[in-house]
């Protein structure tokens, strides 16, 4: 079983080279298991190659990263994601893109020399031929060493034999869909409500707005109610200034009251 602080520093230090974590952690997967000190030995028990160590590097690869024979786990990783990343900008540079986890694997596999001219080639052309191409006799060298790979007739062969084998484990690991390039790390955008047409069933008119909605209702309301109410009536004309009327009873008993003597008052 892998060791967990194995998986987790491979993840870490993924991460911040800025790679996808779970296709990085599939490769090591693939190629060691997590074990850091394995290696490819025949069946007569020798070893099939040089490669060794957790991404199962080469002598050529460890002279070229710094990586001392028996290297602690930590320079192993260090060693290997630094590979991952000019494997990664390798096959970047062939396709005019991300690459896809298979893809990545296959430079792995083959190296930045052949495992570029393989991810240019037409998917039908002949995938020892391809190898003969990018350098003289390379292809019969490859399939010598590995007898295997003589049943691939295809590069489209090989590079489904590389998603084949890659595929299942960055679904374990948790990578990109195995089908396209890595996701683009972009800032977060907040979530947008959606459009009323696009909660609007297939087929159907686009629902209306809810703000217009409302205003059409309250419109309504008012033409009904209003109809009920009592009908506004005009503001009077102004009135012309008319005479006081004189009461003559009431200005006769004030005469006379006035003409009383103060001592019946």
Known sequence: MADPSIIDEVRRRA????????????????????NPTTRPIGKD??????ATGLFQMLDSDRKQYGLPANAPISQQIDAGIRKTQDNWNVARGALGRDPTPAELYA?????????????RADP????????NAYRAGWGDKVVSANPWLGQINTVGDFLNWSAGKINPK????????PG????????????????????????SAPAADPAATALSS?????????????????APAPMQAQRPQIDLQRVAAAIQAAQQPLSNL
């Open 170 to 177: 960055v679904a374990q690991y948790g990578g990109p869909a």
């Open 107 to 119: 430079v792995h596999y083959q190296g930045v020399g052949a495992g570029p001219a393989l991810l």
């Open 45 to 50: 028990g020798r070893p099939l190659s040089s």
């Open 218 to 234: 309250l419109a309504s309301l008012q033409r009904v109610f209003g109809s009920l109410a009592p009908q506004q009536q005009p």
């Open 180 to 203: 396209g390039p890595p996701a683009a790390q972009t800032a977060a955008v907040p979530p947008q409500a959606p459009s009323q047409a696009a909660l609007a069933a297939p087929g």
């Open 15 to 34: 991460q911040a080279a800025g790679l996808p974590p779970g296709v990085v952690e599939a490769i090591v997967a693939q190629e060691s298991g997590f």
């Open 124 to 131: 039908n052309a002949g995938f020892r031929d391809t190898l």
